[in-house]
């Protein structure tokens, strides 16, 4: 515990979605285990600045206050940033990306990638302007720069001029699913997705989650796993997801390689069944030709799954010696690393072993106390 005497602002307006993205979930957890960790020292005083009340969604101590800023449209920028002109906290915390146009006394971001700049096509217009504009924000504005790997803090230096000292790695945590092994197994009988993909516990599969878009690097899967399922016919590719920019082109690619029947795509699903999904693949595949981070990798640990990795951005730093690395622009390197996973056993055992050492590495606990010493800083 700290024995501060601040007030701490912090940007919830991300926090607790019900279809959570990979920011989103970063915000419900940092937020809870920092409340966790402040809650009850009556000398720091915690504000979590909101679109909606977020309470009772958890429990509050005295020192922690949930202010609601209504509005429909541009809310960190309007909202917040009138908030913030009213009256300022010590310190502003925001979770995700975007900072308000006034700021608080000490200003603390957390940027979870740079994509925009590497894949410039899979974002709109709009999307790339606001993003690189918001980045360089902040690169000049912020007292310091979370961000969650060696790779993203390359990127700000490379591309922002952001010198090293303003930023901070502080890797992501990982929190075991609440979810008993009842219940998994009774999403194979009683899911409608599950039923009506005719997805069951005989099935086997490569599988991968994830928003199907160009930047995951899904064509060149669909690609290998052509090649792959040549000799492996009993498999099929599971991709769960919601369509993002490029899914026609995904779409077009199991067309023109004639294996629809062999691609089952269930869309979105619920923490649950995508749990059900890991708990009962083969081989989790994760292709992605840029990440901040690479949360699948720990759920694929957490699962005990062999994983099938792209070697590109921060994945190595998450993955460590525990996944099959493969180029991400090799298609055939994909399809023979799937048949390694496929084909020897022991091989998949010994990543398995080694991914089961490496969860513990990764906590929100020790996001969260880090984060916390950071904006005490």
């Given at each position: 515990?700290?024995?501060?005497?601040?007030?701490?602002?912090?940007?919830?307006?991300?926090?607790?979605?019900?279809?959570?993205?990979?920011?989103?979930?970063?915000?419900?957890?940092?937020?809870?285990?920092?409340?966790?960790?402040?809650?009850?020292?009556?000398?720091?005083?915690?504000?979590?600045?909101?679109?909606?009340?977020?309470?009772?969604?958890?429990?509050?101590?005295?020192?922690?206050?949930?202010?609601?800023l209504p509005t429909k449209r541009f809310w960190t920028l309007?909202?917040?940033?009138?908030?913030?002109?009213?009256?300022?906290?010590?310190?502003?915390?925001?979770?995700?990306?975007?900072?308000?146009?006034?700021?608080?006394?000490?200003?603390?971001?957390?940027?979870?990638?740079?994509?925009?700049?590497?894949?410039?096509?899979?974002?709109?217009?709009?999307?790339?302007?606001?993003l690189n504009w918001s980045t360089r924000v902040a690169a000049?504005?912020?007292?310091?720069?979370?961000?969650?790997?060696?790779?993203?803090?390359?990127?700000?230096?490379?591309?922002?001029?952001?010198?090293?000292?303003?930023?901070?790695?502080?890797?992501?945590?990982?929190?075991?699913?609440?979810?008993?092994?009842?219940?998994?197994?009774?999403?194979?009988?009683?899911?409608?997705?599950?039923?009506?993909?005719?997805?069951?516990?005989?099935?086997?599969?490569?599988?991968?989650?994830?928003?199907?878009?160009?930047?995951?690097?899904?064509?060149?899967?669909?690609?290998?796993?052509?090649?792959?399922?040549?000799?492996?016919?009993?498999?099929?590719?599971?991709?769960?997801?919601?369509?993002?920019?490029?899914?026609?082109?995904?779409?077009?690619?199991?067309?023109?390689?004639?294996?629809?029947?062999?691609?089952?795509?269930?869309?979105?699903?619920?923490?649950?069944?995508?749990?059900?999904?890991?708990?009962?693949?083969?081989?989790?595949?994760?292709?992605?030709?840029?990440?901040?981070?690479?949360?699948?990798?720990?759920?694929?640990?957490?699962?005990?799954?062999?994983?099938?990795?792209?070697?590109?951005?921060?994945?190595?730093?998450?993955?460590?010696?525990?996944?099959?690395?493969?180029?991400?622009?090799?298609?055939?390197?994909?399809?023979?690393?799937?048949?390694?996973?496929?084909?020897?056993?022991?091989?998949?055992?010994?990543?398995?072993?080694?991914?089961?050492?490496r969860l513990p590495n990764f906590t929100w606990e020790a996001?969260?106390?880090?984060?916390?010493?950071?904006?005490?800083?």
């Amino acid at each position: 515990m700290y024995n501060g005497n601040m007030k701490i602002g912090i940007d919830a307006s991300r926090y607790g979605h019900s279809e959570a993205t990979g920011v989103e979930n970063y915000s419900f957890q940092i937020i809870n285990y920092l409340i966790g960790e402040v809650a009850g020292n009556s000398k720091d005083k915690v504000v979590l600045y909101s679109r909606e009340a977020i309470f009772p969604k958890m429990r509050v101590a005295k020192n922690i206050t949930n202010m609601v800023l209504p509005t429909k449209r541009f809310w960190t920028l309007w909202a917040l940033s009138r908030e913030m002109r009213r009256d300022k906290p010590d310190v502003l915390f925001v979770p995700s990306h975007v900072f308000p146009l006034s700021l608080a006394k000490k200003n603390y971001l957390m940027i979870h990638d740079v994509a925009f700049r590497h894949l410039r096509s899979a974002y709109s217009f709009f999307q790339y302007h606001y993003l690189n504009w918001s980045t360089r924000v902040a690169a000049k504005k912020a007292t310091k720069i979370i961000v969650p790997s060696e790779a993203t803090a390359k990127d700000l230096v490379h591309f922002y001029k952001c010198p090293k000292k303003k930023i901070v790695v502080i890797p992501h945590g990982f929190a075991k699913p609440r979810l008993d092994k009842a219940h998994l197994d009774n999403l194979f009988e009683f899911s409608e997705i599950f039923k009506y993909f005719g997805i069951d516990e005989k099935l086997k599969y490569v599988f991968f989650v994830g928003r199907l878009e160009s930047k995951k690097n899904l064509v060149r899967l669909v690609e290998a796993f052509a090649e792959f399922a040549e000799d492996h016919e009993d498999f099929k590719l599971v991709m769960a997801g919601k369509p993002g920019v490029g899914f026609d082109k995904i779409l077009k690619k199991i067309q023109q390689l004639k294996i629809a029947n062999k691609v089952v795509l269930p869309g979105y699903v619920t923490e649950g069944e995508k749990a059900a999904l890991m708990k009962n693949c083969q081989i989790f595949a994760f292709p992605s030709l840029y990440e901040g981070f690479g949360l699948p990798l720990l759920e694929a640990f957490y699962y005990e799954k062999p994983v099938l990795c792209s070697s590109s951005s921060s994945l190595p730093e998450v993955g460590g010696k525990a996944v099959h690395y493969v180029d991400p622009l090799n298609v055939s390197e994909m399809a023979e690393g799937l048949k390694k996973l496929a084909e020897d056993e022991k091989y998949a055992a010994k990543l398995v072993a080694k991914g089961r050492e490496r969860l513990p590495n990764f906590t929100w606990e020790a996001s969260a106390k880090r984060t916390l010493k950071v904006l005490h800083g």
